[in-house]
């Protein structure tokens, strides 16, 4: 769908902002907002370009650079780190060879960090774009990683 | 051996969260069909009466709240209605556990609480990276519409209502009630000062009543069965179930809804199984990271809201964070003000500050000060300051489990 298309489908009023930015980068296949979006998301608003920079630029789930196909947020919030969690960036970083913040030269993974995912009871816990992991250790991880590489 | 008394999650694992009539089935809508043949006024004092109080965490009379919303401003053209669906304490899931499962429970709880007050509009602000919540709740809101519990005239009440969701895009602070306002707006996530509450001057500057995901899952019980029959669930002051989310070292973590009061000790061994391991319990973290580390002292405590504060506790969100001998509680407040350091918005000096001073300290404490006691306190003092002196309650929070971890866990922090 073409900027165009999606920001019509808001009404032009500034309450829906947040949707607008999660529509638009749900929609790039890069996951991320570019400036063309963040310029017309402004004019849809009649925003300046600046106002909706500094909105998208406040929330963490926002990107304002390209990222991977499949974008993978780490838990680092208490139980997970309680229950190794700490370990799982590391089992990561190996697998896909690339520091927590970075994406693959493949285009295919971004990772990144997050707090509390709500899953503490399977703790440790990560997301892959929509999808829960939960209880991961070394060999889930390299699993579910293998199996995402098919796509 | 206590039991669970499963209440508002009396349906979880025994209907299709996506079908409207097997929520119908199961009870559902009742309590709705009942409101809207009463008083508005007589549904607040039922609610009133019932004594519920907000599971968001600071555990305030829904009932009041809700008075004080209806009757703020009577002249304002709109007031609303907003749920607090931002659930991102550490430790805590009550509230996905609802919506996953249950999500017209809430719903229905939020109409009733919207025609209580005359709100015609409502927002549900929903954390943006609870994506099986979310799709539970947008399917179930619009089977609602379908159904006319929600839009024009909902059951030919002359009531009409509308209800939309909005995702929140990754910020724990946007869970507090005024933040959550400006998000709603459009805006960054930064807290606006209170007084002015949001009964007063909530969203678009119009009476807003804030409600959690949990509390306005009471409603439509209380409604549909009365404030005696809730009554007789918990104690005099904290009346009702709480869900705790029970995490960490024990056998079977995961949800559990029991009545208020409680003891620490019936939810790890009777609820939860126990110890997972071989070694014994060495503290708990109530409430995540805006919560309070106990020791084995407090294991026989009521879990109630002014129990636990009388004994300088916090019951909080409901989380239940079980550490066994050996855990670092060092580590477990380290990643609690790294958390508050990561979530500060920035906005006031205390708190953006403050929360870099406390990460930086405790990071001292590992790397071989001279005096760690002193430092210790230092830290606390700082905290101190911070809770004096913040424009919003994150700010606040850090002296939470700071101050309870020195107190309890003097010898984990300082070797
Ligand atoms: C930093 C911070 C985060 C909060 N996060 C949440 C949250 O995720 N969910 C929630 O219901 N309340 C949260 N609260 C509490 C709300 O500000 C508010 O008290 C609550 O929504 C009121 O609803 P209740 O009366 O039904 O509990 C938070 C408070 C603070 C200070
Ligand atoms: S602390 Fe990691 S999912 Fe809750």
């Not at chain 1, 926002?62 to 590391?90: D, N, T, Y």
């Not at chain 2, 910020?171 to 960054?188: H, N």
Request: charged share 25%.
């Amino acid at each position: 769908m073409s900027t165009k298309q999606i920001l019509e489908k808001f009404e032009p009023r500034r309450q829906n902002l947040l949707m607008i930015l999660h529509a638009l980068q749900d929609n790039h296949p890069q996951n991320y907002l570019t400036e063309e979006a963040l310029g017309e998301t402004a004019k849809h608003l009649k925003l300046t370009k600046s106002s909706v920079y500094g909105v998208a630029k406040y929330y963490t789930m926002f990107s304002l650079k390209p990222r991977g196909k499949f974008v993978i947020r780490v838990c680092v919030s208490a139980v997970c780190e309680l229950m190794k969690g700490q370990e799982v960036i590391g089992h990561l970083e190996n697998v896909l060879g690339i520091k927590s913040g970075e994406t693959t030269p493949c285009g295919t993974f971004t990772l990144e960090i997050a707090e509390c995912l709500g899953q503490c009871q399977e703790a440790p816990s990560m997301m892959i774009n929509e999808k829960v992991f939960n209880h991961l250790d070394e060999q889930k991880i390299r699993e579910v990683i293998t199996e995402y590489r098919k796509w | 051996m206590i039991k669970e008394t499963r209440i508002t999650l009396k349906n979880v694992g025994k209907i299709n969260p996506e079908s409207i009539d097997d929520y119908i089935a199961a009870g559902g809508y009742a309590g709705l069909k009942k409101a809207l043949k009463m008083e508005p006024f007589s549904i607040i004092d039922e609610v009133l009466e019932a004594g519920l109080r907000g599971r968001g965490g600071a555990g305030f009379s829904t009932g009041t709240k809700k008075k004080f919303t209806s009757k703020s401003c009577l002249t304002c053209p709109q007031r609303y209605v907003v749920v607090n669906a931002d659930e991102g304490e550490p430790g805590t899931f009550k509230d996905r556990v609802i919506m996953e499962n249950d999500p017209h429970l809430y719903i229905e709880g939020t109409i009733i609480a919207a025609f209580s007050i005359n709100a015609t509009k409502g927002f549900i602000y929903l954390r943006g990276e609870y994506t099986g919540s979310i799709d539970k709740t947008r399917k179930a809101i619009a089977a609602a519409y379908e159904r006319g519990f929600l839009g024009k005239n909902i059951l030919d009440s002359g009531f009409d209502f509308d209800l939309e969701l909005k995702l929140g895009a990754g910020s724990y602070l946007c869970g507090e009630e005024l933040t959550m306002l400006e998000s709603l707006e459009g805006k960054r996530g930064h807290p606006r000062i209170k007084p002015p509450f949001p009964a007063e001057k909530g969203v678009f500057g119009a009476p807003t009543l804030v409600n959690n995901v949990e509390t306005l899952s009471n409603v439509p019980l209380i409604i549909a069965n009365g404030k005696d029959w809730y009554r007789q669930f918990g104690t005099e002051r904290s009346p009702g179930t709480k869900i705790f989310t029970i995490s960490g070292k024990v056998k079977n973590p995961g949800y559990y809804e029991v009545e208020m009061g409680v003891s620490l000790r019936e939810l790890i061994w009777d609820l939860a199984g126990g110890m997972s391991g071989d070694k014994p319990f060495k503290a708990a973290l109530l409430g995540g990271a805006a919560g309070t580390f106990v020791d084995a002292s407090m294991l026989d405590e009521r879990m109630t809201y002014d129990n636990l504060r009388e004994k300088g506790a916090t019951l909080g969100s409901g989380a239940v964070i079980v550490m066994e001998e050996g855990d670092s509680v060092y580590n477990i407040l380290h990643n609690c003000l790294r958390f508050f350091k990561h979530e500060s918005c920035g906005k006031c000096v205390p708190c953006r500050v403050g929360t870099s001073m406390l990460v930086k300290g405790t990071e001292k404490l590992r790397n071989g000060v001279p005096d760690k006691r002193a430092l210790l306190d230092q830290m606390v003092h700082e905290s101190e300051i911070m809770a004096a002196t913040s424009l919003c309650p994150l700010g606040q929070s850090p002296i939470l489990p700071l101050k309870s971890a020195a107190r309890y866990f003097a010898e984990d922090l300082l070797i």
